[in-house]
């Protein structure tokens, strides 16, 4: 399958889905509380999707080949959990770190992002992990434009992670979406510049690194869905959902809550 573009109008249904997933983030925000369990927030979230939004959570019994059907309706990934993780009744305590990533379907298209919240008080270096994080992101983010390629934006995310001694996953990326979950291209978040696929406008695709803050290296849980860290160390995730424009970029996952763009976008 080759990469789908997509039309004004499939852009229009994409900035909806975009939006409503990040809603879904911005209703969770005051809830993210010492005592609260994870099942809690997948809860409130799944009810919110469909009950308020009239959309569906696209994690849901979603079963790529080789997995077993995902059993909640969002991922919930605590501390040294990379991603995958699911919701579970165990109560979140102070200086946790929660990365929390919602995929909803609206009107066949999907909107995928993911934020990082601190339980209460978080310490220092957690909250440098979440903040390096973000901008690792968006360092890849305000490199989206015609004509650079796939290498570019993986080169940009790892040489600005690495450089803070941080270290980058390299088997979970980012991925083209839009009526389907994961489609083509994978948007690895390491590279070298001037290879891979060259970005045309109306492709649509997620950016979404895991940074650890010891070694790269993960292992799978028994649940056949978690993925932790192998050293135990911290790891923290940011997803936004970008469409390339005729000069650069659009975040389609952006609403009222949003956290601003570091100075770096602040430009584009
Ligand atoms: N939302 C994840 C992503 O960013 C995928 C989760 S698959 C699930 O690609 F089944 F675990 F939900
Ligand atoms: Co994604
Ligand atoms: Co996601």
Request: hydrophobic share 35%; with cysteine.
């Amino acid at each position: 399958m080759p990469i789908t573009i997509k039309t004004a109008a499939d852009a229009q249904g994409m900035r909806v889905a975009g939006r409503l997933a990040s809603e879904v983030l911005d209703m969770l925000t005051p809830h993210v509380v010492p005592g609260v369990s994870t099942e809690e927030l997948d809860r409130l979230a799944h009810d919110h999707i469909v009950n308020v939004q009239g959309a569906i959570p696209a994690p849901l019994n979603y079963a790529p080949s080789g997995y077993t059907p995902y059993p909640k309706s969002v991922c919930t990934s605590v501390n040294h959990q990379v991603c995958h993780g699911i919701p579970n009744d165990r109560p979140l305590k102070n200086g946790d770190i929660v990365n929390i990533d919602v995929t909803v379907i609206k009107d066949g298209w999907h909107g995928d992002t993911s934020r990082m919240y601190i339980v209460g008080e978080g310490s220092i270096a957690a909250k440098r992990l979440c903040q390096l994080t973000y901008e690792a992101m968006w360092r890849g983010i305000a490199k989206v434009k015609p004509g650079v390629r796939l290498g570019d934006i993986g080169h940009a995310i790892q040489t600005f992670t690495e450089r803070q001694g941080f270290s980058v996953v390299r088997e979970f990326c980012g991925h083209g979406i839009g009526r389907k979950f994961h489609e083509e291209p994978q948007v690895l978040h390491y590279g070298r510049p001037g290879t891979l696929e060259e970005l045309a406008p109306g492709m649509v695709f997620t950016i979404e690194p895991m940074v650890n803050a010891g070694r790269r290296e993960i292992k799978e849980l028994g649940d056949g869905w978690t993925i932790v860290t192998k050293d135990r160390s911290l790891s923290a995730q940011w997803e936004h959902t970008v469409l390339v424009t005729d000069s650069g970029y659009e975040v389609l996952t952006v609403s009222a809550g949003s956290p601003a763009p570091p100075e770096l976008a602040a430009a584009a």
